[in-house]
């Protein structure tokens, strides 16, 4: 089965998942967006891609003041003539994706699409933004999302029948390693009258670091000793350490990391916290998780529904409620424990969330929408 997946760039997680879908299919990616870190095909992980890729002449549109930004191109028809897939895959919204939609259907091919948008985000959410998001998904001959939330806002929202409709789960690149390398081991002992919280993100008003620190204060009203690690960084980093000055504030800013900064910072901590709004998955759970650390996330993540799902795993509070979030901070030293038992039991939650079943999941859709095409008197 030939494969052809459009996409704006390399994401730091779908190169594992691409690779994974390479040695089931015959897989070609093309890229859409021509620069020259694209030449050198740098990801997060480090992970060099296994699939055959190529790049197609875009422009990108963005509108000054506005959270909109798309990827504008013209002859990839031809592109796809040459490439003669049995499937073409996306999971942008950008305006390429209906000339591969009218190719597919000239040439009657299948159209897979991949699905993260969820009712609560994004911005635009206007009658038109609709319009189009139905409308294309419901001329997919199938949709793989990556959790509940993208699922239900697809069938609830949208109206697409419910058997066109995959639901898997987004991998991270810690998951695979939390059992073989005991990522799951703290670092240092469980102390209930100083525990330890962790934020990771970018400093940007969306992933509310400000709320964070106005609850991060009522903790430390009932113990004193906690301490918040902000890691991180963006243009929010210098008011938000002028709010946190000073040696009794308990709150350290530590810059941006990642690899095995970014794993150490983890087993040296209790809780992660994740105050989000408009968080359409939110890796950064998949990743704590698989270091056995407590999540505390607001319902507008989207793994939050998918992986928080009992007490002992971690708790969703309603997003923009200070009060409920330092509650949620306070009652998660008060009622769990923080051994290595618990902390494992903390990392197999998302031993099912890997790139191999991700990528078996779209493998498994793509020869759904083959078989759906190849149907007597479909067209």
């Given at each position: 089965m030939?494969?052809?997946?459009?996409?704006?760039?390399?994401?730091?997680?779908?190169?594992?998942?691409?690779?994974?879908?390479?040695?089931?299919?015959?897989?070609?990616?093309?890229?859409?967006?021509?620069?020259?870190?694209?030449?050198?095909?740098?990801?997060?992980f480090?992970?060099?891609?296994?699939?055959e890729?190529?790049?197609?002449?875009s422009?990108?549109?963005?509108?000054?003041g506005?959270?909109?930004?798309?990827?504008?191109?013209?002859?990839l028809?031809?592109?796809?003539e040459?490439?003669r897939?049995?499937?073409?895959?996306?999971?942008?919204?950008?305006?390429?994706?209906?000339?591969a939609?009218?190719?597919?259907?000239?040439?009657?091919?299948?159209?897979?699409?991949?699905?993260?948008?969820?009712?609560?985000s994004g911005?635009l959410?206007?009658?038109?933004?609709?319009?189009?998001?139905?409308?294309v998904?419901?001329?997919?001959?199938?949709?793989?999302?990556?959790?509940s939330?993208?699922?239900?806002?697809?069938?609830?929202?949208?109206?697409?029948?419910a058997?066109?409709v995959?639901?898997?789960?987004?991998?991270?690149?810690?998951?695979?390693?939390?059992?073989?390398?005991?990522l799951?081991?703290?670092?240092?002992r469980?102390?209930?009258?100083?525990?330890?919280?962790?934020?990771v993100?970018?400093?940007?008003a969306?992933?509310?670091?400000?709320?964070?620190?106005a609850a991060?204060?009522?903790?430390?009203?009932?113990?004193?000793?906690?301490?918040?690690t902000?890691?991180?960084?963006?243009?929010?980093?210098?008011?938000?350490e002028?709010?946190?000055?000073?040696?009794?504030?308990?709150?350290?800013?530590?810059?941006?990391?990642?690899?095995?900064?970014?794993?150490r910072?983890?087993r040296?901590?209790?809780?992660?916290?994740?105050?989000?709004?408009r968080?359409?998955?939110?890796?950064?759970?998949?990743?704590?998780l698989?270091h056995?650390?407590?999540?505390?996330a607001?319902?507008?993540?989207?793994?939050a529904?998918?992986?928080?799902?009992?007490?002992?795993?971690?708790?969703r509070?309603?997003?923009?409620?200070?009060?409920?979030l330092?509650?949620?901070?306070?009652?998660?030293?008060?009622?769990q424990?923080?051994?290595?038992?618990?902390?494992?039991?903390?990392?197999?939650v998302?031993?099912?969330?890997?790139?191999?079943?991700?990528a078996?999941?779209l493998?498994?859709?793509?020869?759904?929408?083959?078989?759906?095409?190849?149907q007597?008197?479909?067209?």
């Amino acid at each position: 089965m030939r494969v052809v997946y459009l996409a704006t760039a390399p994401l730091p997680y779908d190169t594992p998942i691409l690779n994974e879908l390479s040695r089931r299919v015959d897989l070609h990616v093309v890229y859409l967006r021509q620069s020259h870190a694209m030449s050198s095909f740098v990801d997060d992980f480090g992970i060099p891609p296994e699939f055959e890729w190529s790049t197609h002449r875009s422009v990108s549109v963005r509108l000054p003041g506005l959270d909109f930004w798309t990827q504008v191109t013209i002859g990839l028809t031809g592109k796809l003539e040459r490439l003669r897939p049995d499937v073409v895959m996306s999971k942008s919204w950008n305006p390429f994706i209906l000339e591969a939609l009218a190719w597919k259907t000239v040439r009657r091919r299948s159209f897979l699409m991949w699905s993260e948008s969820t009712r609560v985000s994004g911005l635009l959410r206007g009658r038109v933004s609709q319009l189009l998001r139905r409308a294309v998904l419901r001329s997919s001959d199938r949709i793989v999302t990556i959790g509940s939330q993208a699922s239900a806002w697809i069938t609830e929202d949208l109206g697409v029948p419910a058997d066109k409709v995959t639901t898997s789960c987004l991998p991270s690149g810690f998951a695979d390693e939390a059992t073989t390398r005991g990522l799951f081991r703290r670092i240092g002992r469980f102390d209930a009258a100083a525990p330890r919280f962790l934020f990771v993100g970018r400093l940007v008003a969306r992933k509310q670091p400000s709320r964070l620190l106005a609850a991060f204060t009522q903790v430390r009203a009932e113990l004193p000793a906690a301490t918040l690690t902000v890691v991180g960084d963006g243009p929010l980093r210098a008011e938000l350490e002028a709010r946190s000055s000073g040696d009794g504030s308990g709150v350290t800013f530590a810059g941006w990391a990642e690899g095995d900064e970014l794993r150490r910072a983890m087993r040296e901590h209790d809780v992660l916290v994740l105050p989000s709004e408009r968080e359409v998955w939110g890796l950064v759970v998949n990743e704590a998780l698989a270091h056995g650390l407590y999540v505390i996330a607001t319902d507008d993540v989207g793994s939050a529904h998918d992986l928080l799902t009992t007490p002992a795993v971690g708790t969703r509070v309603p997003v923009h409620d200070t009060v409920a979030l330092a509650t949620a901070m306070t009652a998660a030293v008060a009622t769990q424990r923080h051994s290595d038992d618990e902390r494992r039991v903390r990392s197999q939650v998302i031993a099912e969330c890997s790139a191999e079943q991700f990528a078996a999941d779209l493998h498994e859709a793509a020869r759904a929408a083959v078989r759906g095409r190849r149907q007597p008197g479909r067209r």
